[in-house]
């Protein structure tokens, strides 16, 4: 839980932060938490403040919708990382390159250089390209039947 800063901090924080000095070193001086000098310096009373301030700033209603939000985007990046080692795996055994499964695929070299270090997961149907391409034909029908792609290509 963060401690309320007092009055004479307050002032000696915007004291020498007027003086040059960074967060850092003015909760060093003041005995003040790193993160209550930073968000106080920023004009916040505490990190919930913050953190739904930041939420509206991206879009959301709420704070808890913000948080549902990166909680779903953590979860397709461990999607993405599974497709991604996948690839990996699989070109190395193969003894093949991306620019050969771009061309198996019919899709440009940048699209499966995307799939091959997970910034993107490919729709259904590209889904089962890349594993007809690859020679991963026992997990097509399972993955196809329950993939959801974790970003719209």
Sequence with gaps: MQRKISGKKKQLIKQLHSKGLNPAEIARKTNVPYMSTWLYLRGFESFREYKEDLAKQRGHESRGSYEGYLARQRQKGQKNKELSDLIKRRLEELERNQSWLSRRMGVSRETVSKYFHGEIIPNK???????????????????????KPAHKL
């Design 125 to 147: 149907e590209r889904l089962g390209e890349l594993y007809m391409a690859l020679g991963l034909y026992d997990l097509l029908e399972v993955e196809i039947i329950n993939f």
